[in-house]
């Protein structure tokens, strides 16, 4: 038997955040390409030992963190630190917001997914396609109107529509680089030698009220979204766009409080939804609930709600905003998001259809939607195989 010294053992190898020193450039298309061979993407085996590519890719995703940061922050957005009361070197998860928040009649709030970083839908599509469409800067472009060429319409429009981008995904602390971090990048932080196990997480590694997804929603929710006249106006409205785990977060949070925020919300838009309609819109209460007060139950309001002011979008290969089935295990209508394979590429396959259905949905807050059966969902509730004619006309 072969015993290998400590002494022996490989080093961590170290990859240094720099697009440059990587052997990479960002083109004029916006593309990050190889100096070696400039119609190359990232390459992501370099190695036959898997903790070297995995370092390397985390390297490269530091690179993309920094350049989408950087131009989310020259877009207007701040960081806010969560929750308040945390100072720069204590836990806290960072979450980014417009300036214009205080003063914006509509907010546009984004509970992305746990496996991304904050400002990014997919590094997939940063790599393939482009930084700022696989990143939430285009999206916020549209948002803040800042993608207009008339100026005076930019600052009219912007002061009217601001944006949070919550942050699911950064919530475990790292104490040594005092900052919160995915749990991807915790995989691959240094270690001493490449074949010792991952770091140990501990209390220390816990952010106060921001424990998982569903605490970092409740928390964005209690402490920004409802601290009306310091955050937001008394009467602004509240878009939100939920992404997988994000959008699970939303809905179970809303059903058990929607009697607080029901004035407020004006419509939801999902992807690749997990919630199902009889059990987190209309869960049976155990024998321990019902002597609760009712106003923390789910309500039949929202319900409705769903059904008319919320739809989803999931993976399909039909073109973008064709009705698909689904509504009858989500209680929402449901739309192809253009995308066939990855579910992380549904947010920027689809950004663009969600914007403008919940801007219809603002300008008209008794728009309903109408209720699709599409395929599947005839057969479920008894109706002839092939749709309704209401899946015609969405």
């Known amino acids: 038997m072969f015993v290998f010294r400590r002494k022996d053992l490989p080093l961590d190898p170290v990859f240094p955040a720099d697009l440059e020193k990587l052997g990479y450039f960002i083109n004029d298309n916006d593309q990050i390409r190889k100096i070696s061979d400039p119609e190359e993407g990232f390459q992501f085996k370099i190695n036959k030992n898997d903790r070297w590519n995995e370092l390397n890719r985390e390297a490269m995703n530091s690179c993309i963190r920094t350049i989408v940061l950087s131009r989310l922050h020259s877009l207007g957005l701040l960081t806010l630190r969560l929750p308040l009361n945390a100072g720069p070197e204590e836990p806290h998860v960072p979450i980014l917001v417009s300036s214009n928040l205080s003063s914006a009649k509509r907010v ?3 509970f992305g997914e746990p496996c991304q970083d904050l400002g990014i839908w997919a590094y997939r599509t940063v790599g ?5 469409e696989g990143s939430a800067v285009s999206f916020a472009k549209a948002v803040l109107r800042l993608d207009k060429e008339s100026e005076h319409e930019e600052k009219q429009e912007q002061t009217d529509t601001a944006l949070i981008l919550a942050n699911c995904g950064q919530l475990i602390w790292h104490c040594e680089s005092r900052r919160a971090v995915t749990h991807p990048s915790w995989l691959a932080l240094p270690r001493e030698f490449a074949v010792d196990p991952p770091l140990r997480m501990t209390h220390r590694n816990k952010i106060p009220r921001n424990g998982d997804w569903q605490e970092h929603v409740e928390c964005v929710f209690e402490e920004v979204l409802a601290a009306r006249g310091r955050f937001l106006r008394e ?3 509240i878009d939100i766009i939920g992404l997988v785990e994000g959008g699970l977060g939303v809905v179970r949070y809303l059903a058990s409080n929607w009697h607080d925020w029901s004035n407020y919300i004006s419509a939801i838009c999902l992807s690749n939804p997990l919630h199902c309609k009889h059990l987190d819109l209309s869960p049976i209460p155990t024998p321990s609930e019902t002597g609760k007060d009712s106003s923390h139950q789910p309500s039949s309001s929202f319900t409705a709600f769903i059904s008319s002011r919320c739809r989803a979008y ?16 989500h209680g929402c209508n449901c739309y192809s998001s253009g995308e066939a394979l990855n579910v992380e590429c549904i947010m920027p396959s689809a950004w663009r259809s969600m914007l403008e259905w919940l801007e219809k949905c603002h300008a008209d807050p008794t728009y309903g939607a109408i209720e699709l059966v599409v395929g599947k969902d005839a057969d479920e509730i008894g109706l002839a195989t092939g749709g309704s004619e209401a899946a015609n006309n969405p």
């Not at 393939?128 to 700022?132: G, K, R």
């Not at 999931?314 to 295990?329: K, N, R, Y």
Request: charged residues 30%.
């Open 108 to 110: 546009v709030v984004v």
């Open 128 to 132: 393939n396609e482009e930084i700022d």
């Open 235 to 237: 009467d602004a409205k």
């Open 314 to 329: 999931v993976i399909s290969e039909q073109p973008v905003d064709d009705p698909v089935t689904g509504s009858q295990l």
